[in-house]
C-alpha cells in the first residue's frame, strides 16, 4: 500500500490518483475522535481544521486512511452519535467547506477517508422527530402496557442503562436503544431507506472513501417487538442472539448500500460496527454482496492468552474467509478501555499491538494508541459526558453494556510537553488532561528509539515494506507454553504472553521486538508479555 491513492467519485474523478484493487484488504485505518484530536480554534474542542493541519502527523505514521468519528450537526447528546442533520457540519466542528478541504487534502497526502454514518437512530432534535406527524412513522412508538399504558411496551433495556423507552406527553412511548435524546428509526418505512440513501450519496459525491456504519446490526427489530423476558441484558450483547440487534433484515439494507457503494467505482467501503454473538454471525456482514469490512471486537475482548488468541485469530480467519472477505483487528476505540490500561500494561499493550499488525487482513488504530497512551480512570464526575454514565447515574441502574466510563479514552492527545492543553490547542481542553500527558505527547517521543510512537512508526514501514504482509497466508508454528509464533510472508511473528522470559531459537535475523530482545546468534530469549518480529 505504498502507491498514491485516490477516491474516484463523479464529481472529483480527475482530481486524484488511481485506486489500488481492493485497497480495504490490508489498509491500516487510523480512526480520529474529532473532538479530542486537535483544536484549531482554542475552544477546548478538537475539529476539522485541527485535523486537516494533522495530516502531515498521520501520513508520516504510516497509516492508509482515517475514520472520522460524527462531526455533523448535533445537539452532541452522545458525542455527536445523535444527528440533527446529516448534511451539516456541527458549527463545533466548522464548516461543510471544512469537510471538503480535509477531504481533498486527506486524498493530497495519499490518505482515503472514511465517514461515520449513524443509521439506527438520529437526534431527537432531527426534523422527522419534531413533527410528531412524520415521527409517527418514522420512529417506533407504541401505547405502554399496564392499566393506563404508564408502563414501557416491553422490557427492553438501554445499552446505557434503564429503559430503552420513553413515554411522551401524548401518553405512548417511543424507542430508543440508546440516549432517549437518540429515538430509534423505524425502518420498515422506505422513506428511512430512501433518505439514507441520499445521505450516503451527498458524502460519496464529496468524496469520501468510505463510511463506518454505526450500530450496523440494530435497524431491523423482531416482529412484534418481543420481550427478552431475562434479567439485565447489558451482559448478553454481542453474546447471545436478541430481537433488536443481528436480525437477519439488516443484511438487505446492507446489499443495497453495497449496490450504492459500487455505482461509484469499486473502491469505497462500508464498515460494519456490528456486535454479533459469534465469528460466523459477523461474516455474514461481510459477504460479497454486503459490506467490505466488519470490526472484530472478538479479538478486541480476547484475554491476553496465548490460547485465547489463538482461538480467536483462527476463528475470525475462517469465518471471514468463508465469505472471500478480509479479517479486520482492532484493540482499542472509542467504546472501550484503551488496551495500555485494558491489557494490564504497556508491556503487553505493545507487544499485542506488534502481534495485530503482523497479522493478515486490515487493522483499526485508535488515535493516542500510538503514544501508549493509558485510560484515565480518575476524571472528575462534573467533567464527564459520556451518557452512559449520566444516565446510569440518573436511573440509578448496573453496569451497561456500555459502562458509563467511556469518557477515560476520550481524552485530548497531547502534542507537546508543556503548553495549555499540551499542543491539543491553544486553549484548554474539554475532558481535564492528567499531568503525565506531557510526557507522552508526540513531541517528548518522535526521536526517541524506545518510545512507542517509534514502534508505531517503525512496524508500519516494516508493514509497508514487506509485500504480501496485510493480505497474504499465515502458518503457526510450534512453540513453547504461552508462546505464539506464526510464520507470514517475510517475517515470522513470536509473542509470549507469559510474565517471565522464555528461551528459543532465533527464527531468522530480529526485524522489530517490543521489548529490548537480547538475541546472541542462533538463539534468543523472548521477554514477558513482548512480541518479536523475525525476517524470514
Ligand atoms: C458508537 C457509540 C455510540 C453508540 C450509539 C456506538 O456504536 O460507537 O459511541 O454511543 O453507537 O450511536
Not at 430508543?176 to 430509534?184: C, K
Not at 488496551?339 to 503487553?348: I, Q, V
Not at 504482509?469 to 509470549?496: I, K, S, Y
Request: glycine share 10%; charged share 20%.
Amino acid at each position: 500500500m505504498t502507491q498514491q491513492l485516490t477516491s474516484p467519485s463523479p464529481a472529483r474523478r480527475a482530481a486524484g490518483p488511481a485506486p489500488g484493487p481492493g485497497w480495504w484488504r490490508d489498509a491500516v485505518i487510523y480512526q480520529v475522535y474529532v473532538r479530542s484530536f486537535a483544536d484549531s480554534d482554542g475552544d477546548g474542542i478538537g475539529d476539522l481544521r485541527g485535523v486537516r493541519e494533522r495530516l502531515p502527523y498521520l501520513k508520516e505514521l504510516g497509516v492508509d486512511a482515517v475514520w472520522l468519528t460524527p462531526f455533523y450537526a448535533s445537539p452532541q447528546a452522545d458525542g455527536g452519535y445523535d444527528v440533527a442533520d446529516y448534511r451539516a457540519v456541527d458549527p463545533l466542528f466548522g464548516s461543510l467547506a471544512d469537510a471538503d478541504a480535509l477531504i481533498r487534502a486527506a486524498h493530497a497526502h495519499g490518505l482515503r477517508v472514511i465517514v461515520d454514518i449513524v443509521p439506527n437512530h438520529t437526534s431527537d432534535r432531527h426534523p422527522w422527530f419534531r413533527d410528531p406527524e412524520l415521527a409517527r412513522e418514522r420512529y417506533l412508538f407504541r401505547p405502554g402496557r399496564g392499566a393506563d399504558g404508564a408502563l414501557p411496551p416491553n422490557d427492553w433495556e438501554s445499552v446505557f442503562g434503564g429503559p430503552a423507552w420513553t413515554r411522551t406527553d401524548r401518553g405512548d412511548w417511543y424507542l430508543h436503544l440508546f440516549a432517549p435524546e437518540q429515538p430509534d428509526l423505524n425502518w420498515d418505512n422506505p422513506e428511512v431507506h430512501a433518505e439514507f440513501a441520499a445521505i450516503l450519496r451527498f458524502w460519496l459525491d464529496l468524496g469520501v472513501d468510505g463510511f463506518r456504519i454505526d450500530v450496523a446490526h440494530g435497524m431491523v427489530k423482531a416482529p412484534g417487538l418481543p420481550d427478552i423476558g431475562r434479567g439485565s441484558q447489558a451482559t448478553l450483547i454481542g453474546n447471545q442472539s436478541l430481537p433488536f440487534f443481528d436480525q437477519d433484515g439488516v443484511h438487505a439494507i446492507h446489499r443495497s448500500w453495497r449496490t450504492l457503494l459500487e455505482s461509484y467505482g469499486g473502491a469505497r467501503i462500508g464498515v460494519a460496527e456490528a456486535w454479533a454473538p459469534t465469528p460466523e454471525r459477523l461474516a455474514l456482514y461481510v459477504r460479497p454482496d454486503e459490506l467490505h469490512q466488519a470490526f472484530n471486537f472478538q479479538f478486541l475482548t480476547a484475554d491476553w492468552s496465548a490460547a485465547a488468541l489463538r482461538e480467536v485469530i483462527d476463528a475470525s480467519l475462517a469465518a471471514t474467509a468463508s465469505v472471500g472477505a478480509p479479517t479486520t483487528w482492532v484493540l482499542s476505540n472509542h467504546d472501550v478501555v484503551r488496551h495500555a490500561t485494558r491489557l494490564g500494561s504497556l508491556a503487553r499493550a505493545r507487544a499485542a499491538t506488534l502481534l495485530m499488525l503482523a497479522l493478515p487482513g486490515s487493522v483499526y488504530l485508535y488515535q493516542g494508541e500510538e503514544l501508549g497512551l493509558p485510560e484515565v480512570t480518575d476524571l472528575p464526575d462534573e467533567a464527564r459526558q459520556d451518557p452512559a454514565f449520566l444516565r446510569r447515574r440518573a436511573t440509578d441502574t448496573g453496569p451497561s453494556g456500555q459502562d458509563g466510563l467511556r469518557d477515560g479514552c476520550r481524552v485530548p492527545l497531547p502534542w507537546t510537553v508543556d503548553g495549555p492543553s499540551y499542543g491539543f490547542g491553544d486553549g484548554g481542553s474539554w475532558l481535564p488532561q492528567p499531568a503525565a500527558w506531557g510526557g507522552l505527547s508526540v513531541a517528548a517521543q518522535t526521536g526517541d528509539v524506545d518510545s512507542t510512537l517509534e514502534l508505531y512508526r517503525a512496524a508500519l514501514a516494516l508493514r509497508r515494506s514487506l509485500p504480501g504482509l496485510g493480505d497474504g497466508g499465515m502458518t503457526w508454528r510450534e512453540a513453547p507454553d504461552g508462546v505464539l509464533a506464526f510464520a507470514r510472508p517475510g517475517l515470522v511473528c513470536t509473542v509470549n504472553t507469559t510474565g517471565g522470559d522464555v528461551a528459543l531459537e532465533a527464527p531468522g535475523k530480529l526485524l522489530l521486538a517490543s521489548a529490548p530482545l537480547p538475541a546472541r546468534g542462533a538463539s534468543a530469549v523472548l521477554p514477558g508479555d513482548s512480541c518479536a518480529w523475525w525476517a524470514i
